[in-house]
């Protein structure tokens, strides 16, 4: 629970009362391999925190796996659409690995932002942080061909290698497994 605390703080810096009131509200959950986090066609109403593991947002199309992002250790991750429209979410998270999530609740989200200014500036460059990330991912997908796709993955991810599986590279990228093992060898 102090790691959620202090990645807030490395966000943006929040009063002591602030941190009082987030250890309070704080729960905890292990999710093992494999098991759903939150669903599509549910509505996300939590703040997530990875403790330990590694999960990843992925939907179906078609019958093809496309995966949107990998949440790693110290890391925060929402149904974005989902929290902040309080819509039905569109993708789904699993845990990759056995997973230690904090997690923050909607309801206790918006009485602190409403309660304090500290956290409401947290939300902020959280909600910037979130956008940024979404936006360069679609231009990736949108201007990069294949190789250089898997040459930003590398980048961003590439400490993960042994965690990712294949199939699940291949969702991020948007290719087929096929294509990604001819991309590999010529590396």
């Known amino acids: 629970m102090n790691e959620f605390l202090r990645h807030v703080n490395n966000i943006s810096t929040v009063s002591n009362e602030v941190s009082e009131n987030l250890q309070r509200c704080i729960k905890t959950k292990t999710y093992e391999k494999g098991e759903l986090i939150h669903t599509i066609g549910h509505v996300c109403r939590h703040l997530f925190f990875v403790e330990s593991g590694l999960v990843k947002h992925f939907y179906y199309h078609k019958g093809s796996q496309f995966v949107f992002r990998f949440f790693e250790e110290k890391q925060f991750f929402i149904a974005t659409d989902s ?7 569109d993708y789904s998270t699993v845990a990759l ?3 230690i999530i904090h997690y923050l609740q909607y309801e206790d989200f918006e009485r602190l932002c409403n309660q304090h200014h500290s956290f409401e500036s947290f939300a902020r460059k959280f909600v ?6 979404a936006i360069s991912n679609l231009k990736g997908l949108l201007y990069l061909d294949a190789t250089a796709r898997y040459e ?21 990228l948007g290719i087929s497994q096929v294509s990604l093992s001819r991309i ?4």
Request: hydrophobic share 35%; aromatic share 14%; no cysteine.
């Open 97 to 99: 690995e056995d997973t």
């Open 128 to 133: 910037s942080v979130v956008a940024y990330t």
């Open 184 to 187: 590999r060898s010529k590396k």
């Open 83 to 89: 929290f902040f429209n309080n819509l039905p979410a």
């Open 152 to 172: 930003k993955f590398l980048k961003e991810y590439g400490h993960l290698q042994q965690r990712i599986s294949l199939g699940d590279t291949a969702g991020f």
